[in-house]
């Protein structure tokens, strides 16, 4: 996998530059697309299994989130140069999956068109990220300094989710998704321009990166559409 990340960026050639540019933006989306079928898995088997994680102690259960998280993201970017970094993320992606099947049995166990609200977030999901690709490919305008911005976006979301615990406004609430689902869009935007631009070589953490922003936009996509559109029985 270092070829990818090393062969050629010792020559001047702009064609060169432009080859590996391209090619590890094709192993990003392949590598992408991949990361799907544990998501799928893990959320299947989550689903099956009636997986809800810390339902009684939701702080407790995202503090335990995200040491998990941390713990993937350091051994993914430890190993990076190595197939053992892929099989890291998919390992990740199929946890990621597992986090993600509490939403989705809800969804199908609440509403009497829960399967059709998430094929409704899959397919904005995917119209989002097929926007904001093509935005990045074809456009002249530089958006990395956004990236910053966007990152105070997320810290603030994760403050006023974490208040929400404890408050239960729904208005906030509300809020926090339709916020989430705006920023990590314009995440999607950043992150493929810089594959496209040379900033990230690496197509392991591209992807890593990417694939976060494709999650949060489903899963929020899918909980905003439970609220307004879901139907109870």
């Given at each position: 996998?270092?070829?990818?990340?090393?062969?050629?960026?010792?020559?001047?050639?702009?064609?060169?530059?432009?080859?590996?540019?391209?090619?590890?933006?094709?192993?990003?989306?392949?590598?992408?697309?991949?990361?799907m079928?544990?998501?799928?898995?893990?959320?299947?088997?989550?689903?099956?299994?009636?997986?809800?994680?810390?339902?009684?102690?939701?702080?407790?259960?995202?503090?335990?989130?995200?040491?998990?998280?941390?713990?993937?993201?350091?051994?993914?970017?430890?190993?990076?140069e190595?197939?053992?970094?892929?099989?890291?993320?998919?390992?990740?992606?199929?946890f990621?999956?597992?986090?993600?099947?509490?939403?989705?049995?809800?969804?199908?166990?609440?509403?009497?068109?829960?399967?059709?609200?998430?094929?409704?977030?899959f397919?904005?999901?995917?119209?989002?990220?097929?926007?904001?690709?093509?935005?990045?490919?074809?456009?002249?305008?530089?958006f990395?300094?956004?990236?910053?911005?966007?990152?105070?976006?997320?810290?603030?979301?994760?403050?006023?989710?974490?208040?929400?615990?404890?408050?239960?406004?729904?208005?906030?609430?509300?809020?926090?998704?339709?916020?989430?689902?705006a920023?990590?869009?314009?995440?999607?935007?950043?992150?493929?321009?810089?594959?496209?631009?040379?900033?990230?070589?690496n197509?392991?953490?591209?992807?890593l990166?990417?694939?976060?922003?494709?999650y949060?936009?489903?899963?929020?996509?899918?909980?905003?559409?439970?609220?307004?559109?879901?139907?109870?029985?």
């Open positions: 996998m270092s070829d990818l990340n090393s062969f050629g960026f010792e020559q001047s050639g702009s064609v060169t530059s432009l080859q590996i540019r391209n090619r590890v933006l094709r192993n990003t989306y392949a590598l992408l697309a991949l990361s079928v544990p998501t799928v898995i893990g959320a299947w088997l989550g689903v099956a299994m009636g997986f809800v994680p810390f339902a009684g102690s939701p702080f407790l259960g995202f503090i335990v989130f995200l040491a998990v998280a941390i713990g993937f993201f350091w051994a993914i970017n430890k190993n990076k190595t197939g053992i970094g892929v099989l890291l993320l998919l390992g990740f992606t199929f990621m999956g597992l986090m993600l099947s509490s939403l989705i049995g809800f969804t199908l166990s609440s509403y009497s068109n829960g399967a059709t609200l998430i094929m409704l977030a397919g904005g999901t995917a119209l989002i990220f097929a926007t904001m690709a093509t935005i990045a490919t074809v456009s002249k305008s530089d990395q300094g956004m990236g910053k911005w966007l990152m105070v976006g997320v810290l603030l979301l994760i403050v006023a989710s974490l208040a929400n615990i404890w408050l239960q406004l729904p208005a906030l609430m509300l809020t926090v998704m339709i916020l989430a689902i920023i990590f869009s314009a995440f999607i935007l950043v992150d493929v321009q810089r594959v496209i631009n040379g900033g990230e070589t197509y392991v953490m591209a992807t990166a990417i694939y976060l922003d494709v949060n936009v489903f899963t929020n996509l899918l909980a905003l559409f439970g609220i307004m559109g879901g139907q109870r029985d």
